[in-house]
């Protein structure tokens, strides 16, 4: 069941909840930081002519890593993309199963990409593989960005057992204003 203001009830919903919440913490202050390094990069170009050596590979770097922060809380708040056009007039029931049917996919894909990017992440170290200005090991970000797929993995089987519940109940669990229940 949701609270109002649509977060999750219970204790898992609630711990999934908090963990996606400070993953999503972490990789909005990691977007800032992404923002002021183009900034001042830019700016030292502009205006001396001295941009920050390495500012691209860090960005790329930063980017993917705030990606993952993301995930979990974008699946839990239900904030994925949604086509409504072929449900927008479906029943509660068929919108269900919809929904039951993505989150299903999802977690599949979930568990395929967390799984390859624990044998990328070693691959990865084992080659000592470093970006090519700043010679930073690319392995560094792995053991966050799985953990980031992990929570997304339990969180996508969280949001999926809730949607088999809707399922069954014949109608949405969650509120209007977020995303469901407990």
């Known amino acids: 069941m949701a609270q109002p203001g649509g977060l999750p009830a219970g204790r ?13 913490l972490i ?12 900034t001042t990069s830019v700016a ?5 002519g001295w941009p920050i050596p390495g500012d691209y590979e860090m960005t790329g770097v930063i980017n993917g890593t705030a990606v993952f922060a993301f995930l979990p809380y ?10 409504d056009v072929f449900t927008g007039r479906a029943s509660a029931r068929t919108k269900a199963a919809c929904d039951a049917l993505g989150s299903l ?4 894909l979930g568990v395929l990409l967390t799984w390859r990017l624990v044998l990328g992440g070693i691959d990865t ?13 690319r392995w560094v970000t792995f053991p966050f960005d799985i953990a ?28 209007k204003q977020g995303n469901g229940a407990g």
């Open 44 to 48: 030292g170009r502009a205006f001396i």
């Open 125 to 137: 170290y084992k080659d000592s593989d470093l970006t090519s200005t700043l010679s930073f090991p």
């Open 12 to 24: 898992t919903g609630r711990l999934l909840y908090g963990i996606s919440r400070i993953l999503a």
């Open 74 to 83: 974008c699946q839990l708040m239900h904030g994925n993309v949604m086509v």
């Open 148 to 175: 980031c797929m992990a929570v997304l993995v339990a969180v996508t089987a969280y949001t999926l057992a809730q949607n088999i519940a809707e399922l069954r109940a014949e109608g949405p669990l969650r509120t």
């Open 105 to 108: 996919i999802f977690l599949a």
């Open 27 to 38: 990789g909005g202050i990691l977007t800032c930081a992404m923002a002021a390094l183009m």
